[in-house]
């Protein structure tokens, strides 16, 4: 079954330092999402991305991130400077584009765990 | 997007059906209902999703009363392994394009 891999599994970095995390989607899907948990709370929204271009974000979605399709397999979120706050599980997901209800499933890696020390 | 609401947790013994309920009486006309779960801080995971009907698929069953105001997935014979965090979410479809918004979900505890 098709899936959604996230690399690295879990990254340590110092408050300050720039972090990427990578996924690849699903290699039929169009839409690409980040999601992020911290512990114990509610995986939030971050940001969705499309055609090249991002096509929703939240607020939490502030300056220091950003996200890039470098080529044609990668989907990158860039935190530029790391807080402690940003110590969360980031999740990637993808979904394929169409019409009917099923085109609409997200399907979701198993997640980057960032800590920030 | 409708807004859902689900207990926040449930136990099911090991082997019987665990069914989870969720409202969702401001739900329009071409909102669907789709129900994902989380298993332990790993990524969410679609379960099944329907519009009037009731379906099911290998994982789960999904009944949605005839107002269509409230929902309920069944789990028909849970294990250990189903014990998860379980989101119900109402949304339309939008061409492929779904942000999903997640709530906090009922917490269900399958024991032996």
């Known amino acids: 079954e098709p899936e959604v891999t996230q690399t690295p599994s879990h990254q340590v970095t110092q408050m300050g330092q720039e972090v990427i995390l990578r996924c690849v989607p699903i290699?039929?899907?169009?839409?690409f999402y980040w999601y992020r948990q911290i512990l114990g709370q509610k995986v939030e929204f971050l940001v969705s991305?499309?055609?090249?271009?991002?096509?929703?974000k939240s607020e939490i979605f502030d300056d220091q991130f950003s996200v890039e399709r470098p080529d044609g397999s990668n989907f990158t979120l860039k935190i530029r400077s790391t807080k402690l706050e940003d110590s969360a599980m980031y999740f990637c997901?993808?979904?394929?584009?169409?019409?009917?209800?099923?085109?609409?499933?997200?399907?979701f890696g198993a997640g980057s765990r960032l800590t920030v020390l | 997007d409708a807004k859902t609401t689900q207990p926040p947790s449930m136990d099911c013994a090991e082997g019987r059906a665990a069914n989870l309920p969720c409202n969702h009486s401001?739900?329009?006309?071409?909102?669907?209902v789709y129900w994902y779960r989380q298993i332990h801080s790993q990524g969410p995971q679609y379960i099944i999703h329907?519009?009037?009907n009731n379906e099911t698929n290998e994982m789960a069953s999904l009944i949605i009363t005839e107002d269509r105001k409230s929902s309920t997935l069944i789990l028909p014979h849970a294990t250990l392994r189903d014990t998860a965090v379980y989101y119900c979410?109402?949304?339309?479809?939008?061409?492929?394009?779904?942000?999903?918004?997640f709530g906090a979900g009922t917490r269900l505890a399958v024991h032996p």
């Open positions: 997901a993808s979904s394929e584009v169409g019409v009917g209800s099923g085109a609409n499933v997200l399907t």
């Open positions: 290699s039929n899907h169009l839409y």
């Open positions: 991305f499309y055609n090249n271009e991002i096509s929703e």
């Open positions: 401001t739900i329009s006309g071409n909102e669907y």
């Open positions: 329907g519009l009037k």
């Open positions: 979410i109402v949304r339309v479809p939008a061409g492929g394009y779904n942000k999903l918004i």
